[in-house]
Antibody, heavy 114, light 107 residues
Framework: QVKLQQSGAELVKPGASVKLSCKTSGYTFSTSYMSWFKQIPGQSIEWIGMIYAGDGGTGYNQKFKGKATLTVDTSSSTAYMDLSSLTTEDSAVYFC???????WGQGTLVTVSS | ETVMTQSPTSMSTSIGERVTLNCKASQSVGINVDWYQQTPGQSPKLLIYGASNRHTGVPDRFTGSGFGRDFTLTISNMEAEDLAVYYCLQYGSIPWTFGGGTKLELK
């Protein structure tokens, strides 16, 4: 059974950075793609970018270049997303999802507040 | 970027009803459209990929169709568990973009 387990909720101060994780199981991580998405509660979803675990190759939504950095650790079958220079506009739920076909992780709520 | 416009934004439905949700792309995306279902507090679940292919385990009352700019998700026989927000996603061009969603509610 394919599972994606995301790290817990984060409360961070403006200007800080945070690293979110997405630990996978049940499939061959190293030959798969992982996408990341942002959803402000009550709103639609935005695609942040995608990473190929085989070689770490990435593709980003231009809107999130400089904000999000995607990486993987194939030894632990885990994908990561670093979010930098956080502002209140970055407060949202962030999802990882195996691409294509899913599933999606349960989401990580990031709250940026002083 | 490709803008995906969903209609209606919300719909009041009845159990057993046939429901049609629409998604229109600002430019052609071929068949590169998925449909997702999201219930409150949950992550989105893939229903349809490639415009018309039902994902594994999705009931056959869900049908997707369309090509180019116009796409449709039909629920042939609405059930209570189908009350949710539905999103279309295009991946025909970068950046991938979602529609604003259609919320299905009970009359």
């Amino acid at each position: 059974q394919v599972k994606l387990q995301q790290s817990g909720a984060e409360l961070v101060k403006p200007g800080a950075s945070v690293k979110l994780s997405c630990k996978t199981s049940g499939y061959t991580f190293s030959t798969s793609y992982m996408s990341w998405f942002k959803q402000i509660p009550g709103q639609s979803i935005e695609w942040i970018g995608m990473i190929y675990a085989g070689d770490g190759g990435t593709g980003y939504n231009q809107k999130f270049k400089g904000k999000a950095t995607l990486t993987v650790d194939t030894s632990s079958s885990t994908a990561y997303m670093d979010l930098s220079s956080l502002t209140t506009e970055d407060s949202a739920v962030y999802f990882c999802a195996r691409t294509p076909g899913g599933p999606w992780g349960q989401g990580t709520l990031v709250t940026v507040s002083s | 970027e490709t803008v995906m416009t969903q209609s209606p934004t919300s719909m009041s439905t009845s159990i057993g009803e046939r429901v049609t949700l629409n998604c229109k792309a600002s430019q052609s995306v071929g068949i590169n459209v998925d449909w997702y279902q999201q219930t409150p507090g949950q992550s989105p679940k893939l229903l349809i990929y490639g415009a018309s292919n039902r994902h594994t385990g999705v009931p056959d009352r869900f049908t997707g169709s369309g090509f180019g700019r116009d796409f449709t998700l039909t629920i042939s026989n609405m059930e209570a568990e189908d009350l949710a927000v539905y999103y279309c996603l295009q991946y025909g061009s970068i950046p991938w973009t979602f529609g604003g969603g259609t919320k299905l509610e009970l009359k």
